[in-house]
């Protein structure tokens, strides 16, 4: 998601794309944009004072962010535009049915960590800082880093490395937290970061950037479950598109814009069957891609905000409603 400066200053991630793929589906009056991961409204705020007409409905887990968001949006001046609500994105469906909107013209996912709870040390997301091992988005959730380092069997945290993390030394970090537990509970991030730097050879500890980097990750995504309510939400937010709708989607590692891909891919696909002499307009793609696959941002944008290095973005139009 975006980041925050030293003096922060909001830095919204590939703002000016964002808003360019977005505009000819905000510019009509009345149109509906869902931020399906509000934060800190960076790239809301942008399409609302560039768009007259249009009406927001933000999601967001986080209260921290909700109550964030509603301040910078009530200081622009866009509150009786914008409605905010304590969702996980994949709650989509029952957000819009609950306030009776049964189509809207755009919707947004800057998916990963907000520069709220990266920059809040208290909230254990960040492996450079010390504080209790946490990670919740949501922090009322029941589970924590802490409950997954500590009660995960040493094959299911190699698992949630290997597969969340990409971590190719999952087995000696998990090894590493089953040895550190039985002499005493982790809770800290700083105990955390520093027992992944010592299973880590000495020789891949001097490339990569923070050895925890990846262990971080991984955590970060069991405990809220990212990339399976991502997996549930992109096809619910296809869904939810009106005709002529645009969705752009925000990722920040292989994983997630695996999932974008294949899910944006499949809808723009013809699913007339190969038997068939020509093609069936009931079986025709759903969406229209916007972007050629996955496009990073500049190198001026990763310069002024290097968080930005590893965003991609992929977005698409609504063509067709499924038959």
């Known amino acids: 998601m975006s980041t925050t400066g030293p003096a922060a200053v909001h830095v919204p991630v590939l703002l000016e794309r964002v808003t360019e793929l977005l505009a000819p589906a905000c510019a009509a009056d009345g149109a509906v944009l869902v931020d399906a991961t509000l934060g800190l409204a960076g790239h809301s705020l942008a399409l609302l004072a560039a768009h ?3 009406r927001l409905i933000g999601l967001d887990r986080d209260p921290e962010a909700r109550a964030e968001a509603a301040r910078r949006i009530e200081g622009a001046g866009f509150a009786d535009r914008a409605t905010l609500v304590p969702a996980v994105f994949d709650e989509l469906p029952e957000v819009l ?21 990266l920059d809040r040390p208290d909230r254990g997301f960040s492996y450079s800082a010390d504080a209790p091992l946490d990670m919740r988005m949501d922090p009322t959730a029941a589970r924590t880093a802490a409950d997954v380092v500590n009660t995960y069997s040493s094959r299911d945290l190699a698992r949630v490395l290997r597969v969340y993390g990409e971590e190719r030394f999952a ?12 002499r005493q509970p982790l809770t800290s991030t700083a105990r955390l970061a520093e027992l992944v730097r010592d299973a880590i050879p000495a020789a891949t500890r001097r490339t990569g950037g ?16 990212e990339l399976g309510a991502l997996s549930r939400a992109l096809p619910a937010a296809i869904d939810a598109l009106a005709l002529g709708g645009r969705m752009a989607v925000i990722t920040f590692h292989s994983l997630e814009d695996r999932i974008v891909k294949q899910t944006l891919v499949a809808a723009a696909t013809d699913r007339t069957p190969p038997d ?43 063509i067709r409603r499924a038959a």
């Open 52 to 54: 007259p007409g249009l």
């Open 97 to 117: 049915d609950r306030l009776g909107v049964p189509q809207v013209q755009a919707i947004l996912f800057d998916l990963g960590v907000s520069s709220l709870q």
């Open 171 to 182: 087995s000696r970090i998990a090894a590493a937290i089953e040895r550190e537990r039985a």
């Open 210 to 225: 923070h050895p925890a980097k990846r262990t971080f990750q991984a955590l970060r995504i069991e405990v809220n479950d």
């Open 276 to 318: 068939m002499p020509v093609p069936l307009p009931e079986h025709g793609p759903v969406l229209r891609l916007l972007t050629r696959g996955g496009e990073a941002p500049s190198e001026t944008e990763t310069a002024v905000n290097p968080r930005a290095a590893s965003a991609r973005i992929r977005a698409a139009e609504r």
